[in-house]
Nanobody
Framework: EVQLVESGGGLVQAGGSLRLSCATS????????IGWFRQAPGKEREGVAC????????QYSDSAKGRFTISTDNAQNTVYLQMNSLEPEDTGVYYC??????????????????WGQGTQVTVSS
């Protein structure tokens, strides 16, 4: 059974940092594309960053470039999202997602097969 468990969310002031973690199990970590998505109240879920060990590739949304970094701990089958210079617009529920297809197919689209339960990030001004 595929499982994705996010942690690390919280309340932070604008300009601050948070690191989100996604602990994964139930699939071959290296073969999957893993992505981070977020959903603000009243808005659609949007892709933030994704990573593929198989393709040795990462992708970022325009809003994440230069501020967020996605990385993996292959020994722990865990994916991280380091978020710096946070802005109130970054507030939302952050979800980890996994898909067996290539990063070049799924990219930051929402059609990932597996999803975690989400972790809340609130950035105060």
């Amino acid at each position: 059974e595929v499982q994705l468990v996010e942690s690390g969310g919280g309340l932070v002031q604008a300009g601050g940092s948070l690191r989100l973690s996604c602990a994964t199990s139930g699939f071959t970590f290296d073969d999957y594309t893993i992505g981070w998505f977020r959903q603000a109240p009243g808005k659609e879920r949007e892709g933030v960053a994704c990573i593929s060990n198989l393709a040795d590739a990462t992708q970022y949304s325009d809003s994440a470039k230069g501020r967020f970094t996605i990385s993996t701990d292959n020994a722990q089958n865990t994916v991280y999202l380091q978020m710096n210079s946070l802005e109130p617009e970054d507030t939302g529920v952050y979800y980890c997602a996994a898909d067996p297809r290539s990063i070049w197919r799924v990219r930051l689209r929402r059609a990932y097969d597996y999803w975690g339960q989400g972790t809340q990030v609130t950035v105060s001004s």
